[in-house]
């Protein structure tokens, strides 16, 4: 009776071993808001080494986008086109506080219709009805499983609804963790349901304000002895080294945030199956180029972190991809590589076979763009329109006069020699500046002055 039992106990085992690996791999999708691809430990900043240890093994053992950049680097366009694989002037978000349309097919939307369990926790910022109004289910864009505000930048108890609930609720203490735990149950309790998941986490820091990162991880850091990047001038160097003593006491809490959703994961069994995905909706320049947040095309501003797992799909050993990947990109890769049909609608490229090794990384560039300045970098505060690429190598950029930079990033990594002035690389400019026009033609872009813009999708100056 004994063996008849045990023989029993894993024929039961090995069956809910294959029903759990047989189903369409899980989503958990993690991003956080104003985090550039330079500041970890694995990208090289010196200030970080050894202190985002989660995220230098999830780049170890999983796959890294080293040239990831946000296509247009502030929050609104970037969530639009996360959610609908769109560019932004087809979706029409171009500047911050201002809503989607409800009838757009999104990333939501096809994982719910593909039979997922799906969820969304944290900052939204893509309803446009005021930051912290309600949003109701029908603006919810396919995600079940809700507990969002718009937009807070007040990291302690901060605010959000549940549901189709319009009772304001409170998370307890620190935001980005209460969110985190929040998530890590929404994972433990769907882990062995027969559905598939998709959740995403959006995470409000290190967005400032800085100095409500918790203390215990700013105590970790002493400004005076940050090596800032040779691209802050003498002159930011305090202001920047303040701003980092916060900056970096959100990331090493969050890197801290990562390490348990992927134990999470891990001790509910569904590692294998799971895609885990951080990165983040656009860079902050910190001082660099004499300037602070975002929205500029220089690498600080535009370029993300992008981090992939998913050991049954890309395997467990650690691969790194140069090749350019822009945010509409997102959602087909992901759609791509949960084996899911991508709606005709979505204008990014399926590069999930690039990220299985099963395709030739062909994408020469990404796009950067700005379509008006706005918020933090208006028109006051310099802000202008431009359009530009970001391949592997080269960062070349129009403004409305033309062209504007030209950076040697292998031999440039701080972009301090605009090489526009080179008539040695006439040749290459006029390369790249016709991989730029090809691709604004593509996306049927005249590359007007942002007002026009403004007044096409009837928005307030």
């Known amino acids: 009776m004994k063996s008849i039992f045990l023989m029993g106990l894993l024929a039961a085992t090995v069956s809910a071993t294959e029903m759990n690996t047989s189903k369409s791999p899980n989503l958990v999708f993690v991003f956080a808001d104003q985090w550039r691809a330079q500041a970890t430990g694995y990208a090289g900043d010196p200030n970080l080494k050894g202190k985002t240890p989660n995220l230098d093994k999830l780049a170890e053992d999983g796959v890294w986008m080293r040239t990831a950049v946000s296509t247009m680097p502030a929050c609104t366009p970037y969530r639009a086109s996360l959610l609908t694989g769109q560019y932004a002037l087809s979706h029409g978000l171009f500047i911050n506080d201002v809503p989607l349309n409800p009838e757009l097919n999104t990333i939501g939307k096809v994982y719910k219709a593909a039979g997922y369990d799906t969820g969304y926790v944290g900052k939204w910022h893509v309803d446009g009805h005021g930051r912290s109004s309600f949003i109701p289910p029908e603006r919810q864009h396919g995600f079940d499983y809700w507990k969002v505000l718009e937009c807070s930048h007040s990291y302690n108890d901060s605010p959000y609804y549940e549901g189709d609930s319009p009772q304001m609720k409170k998370w307890k203490g620190y935001d980005a963790a209460a969110q985190t735990r929040d998530v890590q149950n929404y994972i433990t309790e769907h882990a062995n349901s027969p559905k ?65 959703l992927l134990k999470t994961i891990d001790e509910a069994g569904i590692a294998d199956n799971t895609i885990f995905v951080f990165t983040s909706d656009h860079g902050d320049m910190m001082g660099s180029q004499d300037a602070m947040m975002k929205q500029q095309p220089y690498d600080e501003s535009c370029q993300v972190p992008f981090l992939v797992s998913y050991p049954a799909g890309l395997g467990r050993e650690g691969r790194q991809i140069d090749m350019p990947f822009g945010t509409p990109d ?49 028109r006051r505060q310099g802000g202008k329109e431009y359009r530009g690429i970001r391949t592997q190598r080269y960062t070349y950029v129009r403004d409305l006069d033309g062209p504007w930079l030209l950076f040697d990033n292998e031999k440039d990594p701080y972009q301090m020699k605009n090489l526009l002035s080179s008539p040695e690389h006439n040749s290459l400019q006029e390369r790249l500046d016709k991989v730029l026009a090809d691709k604004l033609r593509d996306r049927n872009d005249e590359f007007l002055h942002g007002d026009e813009y403004m007044k096409k999708w009837s928005y307030n100056k």
């Open 196 to 260: 598939p998941f998709a959740v995403f986490l959006s995470w409000g820091p290190p967005h400032g304000p800085v100095k409500l990162a918790p203390k215990k991880y700013q105590k970790q850091f002493r400004p005076e002895a940050f090596q800032l990047r040779p691209n802050v001038p003498a002159e930011m160097a305090k202001t920047a080294r303040m701003k980092l003593l916060g900056y970096y006491a959100h990331i090493i809490a969050l890197d801290e945030y990562v390490g348990d």
């Open 330 to 378: 997102i959602m087909p890769t992901l759609l791509g590589l949960c084996g899911l049909e991508i709606p005709e609608s979505v204008e990014g490229s399926d590069y999930s076979q690039v990220l299985a090794g099963q395709a030739k990384p062909e994408n020469e560039a990404a796009l950067i763009e700005c379509i008006t300045p706005c918020g933090n970098w208006n």
